[in-house]
């Protein structure tokens, strides 16, 4: 559930504030429609028998694949009612990522997500969120950089 808050600036107090953990059980299948998807031609990603003949136990997911687990991290600060983000008039702005090891069908990946920065300007506010992926094994095979624009309203004539 999102929680439209209009009009509210942006509350550079939560800065540094982390959000629950989301863990994320990656299924060979959804790797599989994803790399089909995105247009993904490696057989490491499509084919177990390839990806096992290469010394994977399965499916490798491909580097993009962080946006599935990361973004259900995402879910909470968008809807947190102190950044009173306006969602409706919400940019995806861009984001940054580094790849630590693979990540393998079978593994299950705990995203926690961070607050990084917020700010205002021109009536605009600017929200920039950090996302740190953990496999089951403790190895952080993926940080992000998330970052995100609230359009300025239009003011009536």
Not at 45 to 60: E, N
């Amino acid at each position: 559930m999102f929680i439209y808050l209009r009009g509210v600036p942006a509350n550079p107090d939560a800065v540094g504030r982390s959000y629950p953990p989301v863990v994320y059980a990656v299924g060979r299948e959804k790797v599989v429609e994803f790399a089909r998807a995105t247009g993904e031609t490696n057989p490491l990603h499509l084919d177990v028998a390839a990806a096992r003949a290469a010394g994977y136990p399965d499916v490798v997911a491909p580097p993009m694949f962080a946006v599935v687990y990361q973004g259900r991290g995402m879910s909470a600060p968008l809807a947190d009612p102190d950044l009173a983000i306006d969602f409706p008039r919400l940019l995806h702005a861009g984001q940054e990522f580094g790849w630590g090891p693979l990540v393998i069908a079978g593994d299950e990946v705990t995203t926690t997500v961070s607050v990084a920065a917020v700010r205002s300007a021109a009536g605009m506010e600017f929200f920039d969120f950090t996302a740190r992926s953990v496999n089951q094994r403790g190895q952080t095979v993926v940080t992000g950089v998330w970052r995100n624009v609230v359009r300025a309203r239009e003011e009536a004539q």
